[in-house]
């Protein structure tokens, strides 16, 4: 003769855990209250290993953020910010001040170069002179 069961067990688990009780069951044909039964009947576990799912779960529990390892990674994140801006106003700097030398650079390249046109076509000047000279000189075409 079985008695009927009368009492309530509530369990929690997670929605993953629940899902995964409830397919355990539907694939095996029977409730989920009959799957929890029969699994809770069948569980041999020793002290020991109850210790150690304990210890395993408390390692998987999710922590709460240590003070001090907030606050270092809260100064980390303002020094790396200033640094960024540091460097970002360097690189602006640097980029003002190239631009301004290529200005500079650029109204003297004007100057500079009419300077340095004139003896360039003095030399091709002279050399055009000494082609003519020595094609026309007979004491330069007997060497």
Partial sequence: MTTKPSERIVVFVTPAQKLAI????????????????????????????????????????????????????????????REAREAAAREAREAAASATKRAAQARSVPHTHAASAEPEDEIEHDTDQGDDASLTDDTRSER
């Fill in 22 to 81: 409830s397919k355990t069951a539907d694939t095996l044909g029977i409730s989920v209250s009959e799957l929890m039964r029969r699994a809770v009947l069948n569980f041999n576990a020793t002290s020991e290993q109850i210790k150690v799912a304990g210890i395993v779960d408390r390692l998987r529990a999710p922590k709460a953020p240590d003070a001090l390892n907030a606050a270092l990674k809260s100064v980390a994140a303002k020094a790396a910010a």
